[in-house]
């Protein structure tokens, strides 16, 4: 396992991986000039057959966290985001509870980088 702890929408460079995991990082780029920085980054990353999941806020979640603006976002958002590279496999919904005790809506889609034609 190759732990990255990288910004996203940064230059920077890693081998090949076959799993893609966010969890809660996808829904902070609410610029679209980021958002396509870290799909590229993702699109360079992920092996064929490799496997992409992204946890970010759900349309009903909070429109910010941490005092910072969030986008929200539904499994085909997601996907319009990642382009026809990656088919989405599944969704699950979750509801994450803050210290605080707030609840927050999640949704977790794990797509399949397909492989070249």
Known sequence: MVWIEADVTGPWTVPSVDVWHDHAVFHFLTDAADRARYVGHVREAVKPGGTVIIA???PDGPDRCSDLPVCRYDAAGIAAEL????TLVETIADVHRTPSGAAQS???SRFV????A
Request: charged letters at 20%; zero cysteines.
């Open 113 to 116: 980088r397909e492989p070249p």
């Open 56 to 58: 970010t806020f759900a």
């Open 106 to 108: 999640f949704i977790y």
């Open 83 to 86: 382009g026809e590279m990656f």
